[in-house]
């Protein structure tokens, strides 16, 4: 069945605030698979955090589709809501503003930190 993949997003508003959102990726048949269009990419990372690893408030910088192999990671937003990505789950982080905007810690970004007994480990995808 041709469903898209779907994947979550952290993204921003029209007032720059940073919210939770989804891309849905269209999948073309092909041999005995569903494949989206190329998506292009700039490189890669490995990373690793230590349990208890935590960030202040901050914006995604470039877009990075992040794949967790290994712990968990809590991205929480300004408003309090968030998401636990565990291991095989991904998520894009693209929250960023416009110039005409100043970054405050106090209202936008996302946070991210490892929860659970062990590290994290994951893979960054630079779009």
């Not at 849905?24 to 208890?52: E, H």
């Not at 935590?54 to 809501?81: M, R």
């Amino acid at each position: 069945m041709k469903q898209p993949i779907i994947v979550t997003k952290i993204t921003t508003n029209e007032e720059g605030i940073s919210i939770f959102s989804k891309n849905n990726f269209d999948v073309n048949k092909r041999g005995g698979m569903f494949l989206t269009d190329q998506i292009a990419a700039k490189n890669f990372r490995l990373r690793r955090s230590d349990v208890g690893y935590s960030t202040q408030f901050h914006l995604a910088g470039d877009a990075t589709f992040i794949i967790i192999l290994k712990g968990s990671l809590k991205i929480e937003l300004q408003n309090g809501d968030f998401i636990i990505f565990n291991v095989g789950e991904s998520f894009t982080a693209e929250d960023n503003l416009p110039e005409s905007i100043t970054f405050n810690d106090k209202i936008h970004g996302h946070k991210a930190s490892v929860i659970g007994d062990e590290p994290l480990e994951a893979i960054h995808i630079k779009l």
